[in-house]
Nanobody, 127 residues
Framework: QVQLVESGGGLVQAGGSLRLSCAAS????????MGWFRQAPGKEREFVAG????????TCAKSVKGRCTISRDNAKNTVYLQMNSLKPEDTAVYYC????????????????????WGQGTQVTVSS
């Protein structure tokens, strides 16, 4: 079973940027589709971004489109989420998730599709 550890969260002013990292151990991520999700207090965990196995296909949720870049470095077994122009409504715990898919180029938007999760990293955006 892969272990995922997120890092890079913190307190940032509105308009600022953060780069979150998700490092894997115990298993390679090179055959897993990856996703970033976030959960604000009292809200459901929601999809933020997804990336295919090769990294050639990516997507960001409508709420963060234009401010979000997801990338991966399979050699480092790490996935990244760059968030720019942060808003107070981006405040949440951010989680990365993995779904083993072999060579599939598919993206997965539902949290139920993923079978490995990190512990999350807090992002707080002050106004």
């Amino acid at each position: 079973q892969v272990q995922l550890v997120e890092s890079g969260g913190g307190l940032v002013q509105a308009g600022g940027s953060l780069r979150l990292s998700c490092a894997a151990s115990g298993q390679t991520l090179s055959s897993s589709a990856m996703g970033w999700f976030r959960q604000a207090p009292g809200k459901e965990r929601e999809f933020v971004a997804g990336i295919s196995v090769s990294g050639g296909i990516t997507t960001c949720a409508k709420s963060v489109k234009g401010r979000c870049t997801i990338s991966r470095d399979n050699a480092k077994n790490t996935v990244y989420l760059q968030m720019n122009s942060l808003k107070p409504e981006d405040t949440a715990v951010y989680y990365c998730a993995a779904k083993p898919v072999g060579n599939s180029g598919a993206l997965y938007y539902n949290k139920e599709s993923y079978n490995a999760w990190g512990q999350g990293t807090q992002v707080t955006v002050s106004s």
